[in-house]
């Protein structure tokens, strides 16, 4: 078989080898996470609930599920929410969050301003990357989290 005979098969494996490496390479990112909204500075309007609810939107490069769907789903896991996370204060009474998306899964999780002493004024919103078992993904050993800061104010 000469050259010109081998040159498309020779490009086919060359180009399902490009396939492989690009998926290996995207498979092997640091799993991220960021707050898409509120933005950075966003003056947020409480939800009229008791829990002075308001909806929290992240984007992660992991798949979102509710917890101990994850199956063998690499890269799959929930979010673990806290406001103010520099201390316990805004946390559900017993619990070491404000909320998660655990029962649910996917991007949007409820931020419960009504837990904080003061639910109206400056807070930080965090959010933490958690695997299928509620344990931190980490990154260099370090938690994977978004954080932004946001004035709360009443409708």
């Known amino acids: 078989m000469n050259l010109t005979a081998r040159a498309p098969s020779f490009r086919r494996m060359f180009a399902a080898s490009l396939i492989v490496i690009s998926a290996c390479a995207a498979a092997q990112e640091a799993p991220t996470l960021d707050i898409v909204w ?4 966003a003056a947020v309007a409480l939800g009229s609930d008791a829990e002075a609810a308001v909806g929290v939107v992240v984007r992660s490069n992991f ?11 690499p890269r799959c896991g929930h979010i673990h929410l806290k406001i103010d996370p520099a201390g316990d204060s ?11 998306n655990s029962d ?18 400056t807070h930080e919103i965090g959010v933490l990357l958690a695997d299928d078992h509620h344990r931190p ?10 954080v932004v800061k946001v004035t709360t104010v009443r409708p």
Request: charged content about 15%; some cysteine; proline content about 11%.
């Open 38 to 41: 509120p933005p950075e500075g």
């Open 63 to 73: 798949v979102l599920r509710a917890a101990g769907q994850c199956g063998n789903t």
């Open 90 to 100: 805004c946390n559900i009474p017993g619990r070491p969050y404000n909320s998660m």
């Open 104 to 121: 649910t899964g996917g991007e949007l999780i409820k931020a419960r301003f009504g837990h904080c002493p003061a639910v109206a004024g």
């Open 137 to 146: 993904v980490l990154v260099d050993g370090r938690p994977v989290v978004g």
